[in-house]
């Protein structure tokens, strides 16, 4: 009896270190990631609007307001992007898509997701409180800007968010997914990997990590995986770009069979979010083409 009960509480001590170990972890998941970059949508030659507007959760959050040609303040065409930016990142490098979607006559929201750049917030969740984000751009280019079609387009992280918010916006037309890993976990696991932890570990550390930021938040943030929600989006078009180079989605082929996409443009020789650098032209063409028809 003494062996078992020894047992049972070198168990428990076990567990418990388990626990405090992955929420420890899980504020290096979360924590906020200030502003490096600072760009400006007039380094291209566009006119904007610096705007604010709350997330459906109450959070202040900032971003620019790019006009479609001629439209000036207004909405113009009456279809819009909201453009969303990659993880530990700001809107700013992405000013470089938005000269097509612009000639395209397409009004552009960019803005910084909670706990990024110039928004507020001291939390981020790679998709489940991003999605309020998404439902606060929504609702501001609806009631401030008379937007009546809108796409989702975003790159890595943002293209995780287009996919997890999708489903719960009914106002979203269409979604463009670029570089959007199938599961936080794998994403993690890589980025162990790229700083030499064996696979191993780097499967712990990311299990620990989505572990303990669940218990913080209180919600199974495995239930809020891009390749759970992807197949949500139909029948509303999908466009998936992906490099099948890119590390950070060794599992693409589960994202895609859980996907109903319009269309897919797999780039064979290209890594994570690099198909715009290594083929703008065509890039540009098959976006704006997909956009064009779908909203």
């Not at 992405?94 to 979607?101: E, G, K, L, S």
């Not at 696979?199 to 218990?215: E, I, P, R, T």
């Not at 891009?226 to 029948?235: D, E, L, S, T």
């Not at 060794?250 to 650098?277: C, I, K, M, N």
């Amino acid at each position: 009896m003494a062996i078992l009960i020894a047992a049972l509480l070198t168990l428990v001590a076990l567990a418990t270190l388990l626990v405090i170990a992955s929420v420890a972890i899980s504020f290096f998941l979360t924590r906020r990631h200030h502003l490096v970059e600072t760009r400006s949508p007039a380094e291209v030659g566009l006119a904007f609007e610096n705007v604010t507007f709350k997330s459906s959760d109450g959070l202040t959050l900032r971003g620019w307001w790019i006009p479609a040609p001629g439209s000036g303040r207004a909405s113009g065409s009456g279809r819009a992007i909201i453009q969303m930016h990659g993880h530990a990142g700001s809107m700013d490098p992405d000013v470089q898509y938005v000269p097509a979607w612009h000639a395209a006559g397409l009004n552009v929201l960019m803005f910084d997701f909670r706990a990024h750049g110039r928004s507020e917030g001291h939390v981020s969740t790679f998709g489940y409180l991003e999605r309020r984000d998404v439902q606060g751009a929504i609702r501001f280019l609806q009631q401030e800007k008379s937007v009546r079609r809108i796409a989702l387009v975003g790159f890595s992280l943002g293209g995780m968010v287009s996919i997890l918010s999708a489903p719960v916006c009914p106002q979203a037309d269409a979604v463009v997914a670029d570089g959007a890993p199938a599961r936080i976990r794998s994403a993690l696991t890589v980025w162990g990997l790229e700083h030499h932890l064996p696979l191993w570990f780097a499967s712990l550390l990311a299990w620990m990590a989505v572990c303990g930021a669940s218990l913080r938040l209180g919600v199974n943030l495995f239930r809020y995986e891009p390749v759970r929600w992807i197949g949500q989006i139909a029948p509303r078009p999908l466009m998936i770009v992906h490099g099948d180079l890119d590390q950070y989605c060794p599992d693409f082929q589960d994202l895609l069979a859980a996907a109903h996409p319009t269309e897919l443009w797999r780039v064979p020789d290209v890594g994570h979010v690099q198909a715009s650098q290594v083929y703008p032209e065509e890039y540009r063409r098959r976006v704006v083409a997909f956009l064009d028809r779908h909203l």
